[in-house]
Every structure is written in C-alpha cells, then in structure tokens.
C-alpha cells in the first residue's frame, strides 16, 4: 500500500490550495478515505473522511464550509479542496486508509498560511 500526498505550499490567508493523496496497492473504490493534520505542538486530528458507497463525507467542525474532500475512483486519487485559507490551518496534511487490519499513512505535505 502506498500513498502520495502533494499539492502543499504556502499560501496567504483567504487562498486555496488543492492537495492530492495518490494511490496504489489496495482496492480505492472500496476503501475509506481520511485526510489528517499535524500542526506543530499539536496532536494529529482528523480533517475530512469520504466513504466508499455513495461518496458521502464528514469534516471536523473547524473546516465545515470551507473544505471539500472529494475521490476520482479512476485515478485512485483522493482530493482536499481548500478554501478561505486561516493561519490555524497550517499544519501537515496526511491521507490514510484502513485496510486489511492495518492503518497506512502517507509522507505528508506541508500547508502553510501566512502573510
């Protein structure tokens, strides 16, 4: 199982970025998918999940509205739209998967918002 993350850079605050999870090793169509983030000092939380059947999604409270997690089932690519751009988001963003009793991670890729 492998996953790449890309798409990361800095940003000013109010801007978008767009972040890429590539993937390869299991089955995609079938599997969860959840985008986490580490800011530094602080513990990794969970960001956006989108399931397999019928693509339905779930965020943390803190980006409701203004991120968008979507899947290309193609491409075994899952997406994290991000919108509206505030300094707390900075962090490092990974993607996950549970799959056959295990949990895989991706390197992570660096989100900054500054001015």
């Known amino acids: 199982v492998q996953l790449v993350e890309s798409g990361g850079g800095l940003v000013q605050p109010g801007g978008s970025l767009r972040l890429s999870c590539t993937t390869s090793?299991?089955?995609?169509?079938?599997?969860?998918m959840r985008w986490y983030r580490q800011a530094p000092r602080k513990e990794r939380e969970l960001v956006a999940v989108?399931?397999?059947?019928?693509?339905?999604?779930d965020y943390a409270d803190s980006v409701k509205g203004r991120f968008l997690i979507s899947r290309d089932n193609v491409k075994n690519t899952v997406y994290l739209q991000m919108n509206s751009l505030k300094p707390e988001d900075t962090a490092v963003y990974y993607c996950?998967?549970?799959?056959?009793?295990?949990?895989?991670w991706g390197q992570g890729t660096q989100v900054t918002v500054s001015s």
């Open positions: 989108i399931f397999s059947t019928g693509g339905s999604t």
């Open positions: 090793g299991f089955t995609f169509s079938s599997s969860v």
């Open positions: 996950n998967v549970r799959y056959g009793g295990r949990i895989y």
